[in-house]
């Protein structure tokens, strides 16, 4: 057998005090011989006295080695690094390991003196943690590599880089097991990178500086493709003077967002600040059957999207939203906003106090909005409010059924609309007030009035009329007494 250079390496790192203090005793003895065979006259006391200090330090070596020893060999047992390298007939230790299950890893990343960097090369890993150890270290997956990586009750505080670090063109599956916990620095996804998050167990990632990474990348940065698919419950916590808790600072390559399923909730708070979505535009979401919950604080707060340009959002999840700030847009952009948000189905429930703020919808460019089915219920109060549309802006808006219900407290208010005030309503339970001087009207232009449906489950009216024809469909919903519906003021039922 033959010793693997790592051993050297790790033996001149931390043997360096051992090696100086062997240096002196091999100073020490030499002048003590050079006296000694000099046989000068009056240098008696010196050579007892220069072999006393050598005793001494040699002395101290041996105990130095002795400490140092065990350290190593605690290395050696307990790293997946193989020191020995097998002669001829010999097999490895490492094919005796099954990686997979290997409890040792955790121990490594999780002591704080032994591993600050941890490079992940196999395609399978578990990091598992032990005793509530806080682990100061940063996983890191290199270029081009696809692995398996499992978070097993693990608590990691990350450095100057991420707790979790993809390198680029890298595809990783990220499972949770048990409770695991990210401070400092969260999970860097590069923009040519993918994660799937999958498993049954929780992750909290709090991030509370600024320019930091909650999941995907910091504001300064582009992000990848990143999927919630799992059955637990994933918490980000955001704070900073600029914040992004999921998602990132731009978007040039159209990644994806998608939140399939899962549990996941959201805390943003800075002056300028984003739930999910990117800073600077091209945000495009997709949530499916998962419970959202997102809570926003600052200055220009946005829920979902972006806060300028452009978004791509389309939803059948369920969301609870509240944001406060001066300029506050729930779902949808702040700035220069384009592109379009779908409702598919699921529910939204948005909740927002503001200066200027829109629910659903931009303060200012032409976002289109289209509810296809869903619950939503809007709540605002401020002073320049739209519930469902762009504020300053323009933008096309079509309900074609769902429950849509819309409730603001505010000097400059507008239910659903834009500065046209226009809005185009094909079906669903409209629970608002619109004012006298906006009237709604359906995909051919016709002017439509309010009508009250009482005692009814289900609202199902052909609209035809000369021109056209089309089904106007709305369902009840317990929150409310009734029915109301939108129709042609010539349509009678």
């Not at 002048?31 to 000068?40: K, P, Q, R």
Request: charged share 15%.
């Amino acid at each position: 057998m033959k010793i693997k250079p790592q051993l050297f390496s790790l033996l001149l790192q931390k043997y360096k005090t051992l090696v100086t203090v062997s240096l002196l005793h091999l100073i020490c003895l030499v002048l003590t011989l050079a006296i000694a065979v000099s046989a000068l006259d009056g240098y008696g006391s010196l050579i007892i006295f220069m072999l006393c200090f050598d005793l001494a330090l040699t002395i101290v070596a041996f105990l130095l080695f002795a400490r140092h020893l065990s350290d190593i060999t605690y290395t050696l047992q307990t790293t997946d690094t193989n020191p020995i390298d097998p002669g001829p007939g010999e097999a490895s230790i490492d094919e005796s390991i099954d990686r997979s299950n290997e409890e040792s890893l955790s121990e490594i990343i999780l002591s704080q003196e032994l591993y600050p960097d941890l490079l992940l090369s196999d395609h399978n890993i578990i990091i598992q943690g032990k005793d509530n150890i806080m682990a100061k270290v940063t996983l890191i997956i290199p270029d081009d590599h696809s692995c398996n990586l499992t978070l097993k009750n693990v608590n990691l505080h990350g450095n100057d880089n991420p707790a979790i670090l993809l390198g680029d063109n890298c595809s990783v599956i990220l499972n949770l097991i048990g409770n695991n916990l990210i401070l400092f620095d969260g999970i860097r996804v590069p923009e040519t990178s993918e994660l799937k998050i999958v498993g049954d167990g929780d992750l909290t990632i709090q991030v509370m500086l600024p320019n930091r990474v909650g999941i995907g990348a910091s504001i300064h940065q582009s992000y990848g493709n990143i999927t919630f698919a799992s059955s637990g419950h994933i918490k980000v916590i955001s704070q900073g003077k600029v914040s992004v808790a999921i998602g990132g600072g731009q978007n040039p390559a159209s990644s994806l967002i998608h939140a399939i399923s899962g549990d996941i909730s959201i805390e943003a708070i800075g002056l300028n600040t984003v739930g999910m979505g990117s800073l600077d535009g091209n945000a495009n979401i997709q949530l499916d059957d998962v419970n959202l919950t997102i809570e926003t604080q600052g200055s220009r707060a946005i829920g979902i999207g972006s806060l300028r340009g452009s978004v791509d959002i389309l939803s059948s999840g369920h969301i609870k939203l509240k944001s406060s700030g001066r300029d506050v847009v729930g779902i949808g952009s702040m700035d220069d906003g384009d592109g379009r948000i779908k409702i598919l189905d699921g529910s939204v429930s948005i909740s927002y106090n503001t200066h200027f703020g829109s629910g659903i919808g931009a303060l200012g460019g032409k976002v289109d909005i289209d509810i296809l089915m869903g619950d939503i219920e809007i709540i605002g109060k401020g002073s320049n409010l739209v519930g469902i549309g762009n504020l300053a802006g323009l933008g096309d808006i079509l309900i074609k059924n769902g429950t849509v219900s819309v409730q603001l407290y505010a000097s400059n208010a507008i239910p659903i609309g834009d500065i046209r005030r226009n809005v185009v309503i094909d079906g669903g339970n409209i629970q608002c007030d619109f004012p006298e001087d906006m009237i709604p009207v359906n995909s051919f232009g016709t002017p439509l009035i309010a009508r009250i449906i009482m005692d009814s489950n289900e609202f199902n009216q052909t609209v035809d009329t000369v021109s056209y024809s089309y089904e106007y469909q709305a369902s009840y919903n317990p929150r409310y007494p009734y029915i109301k519906v939108y129709l042609p003021e010539s349509i009678s039922f």
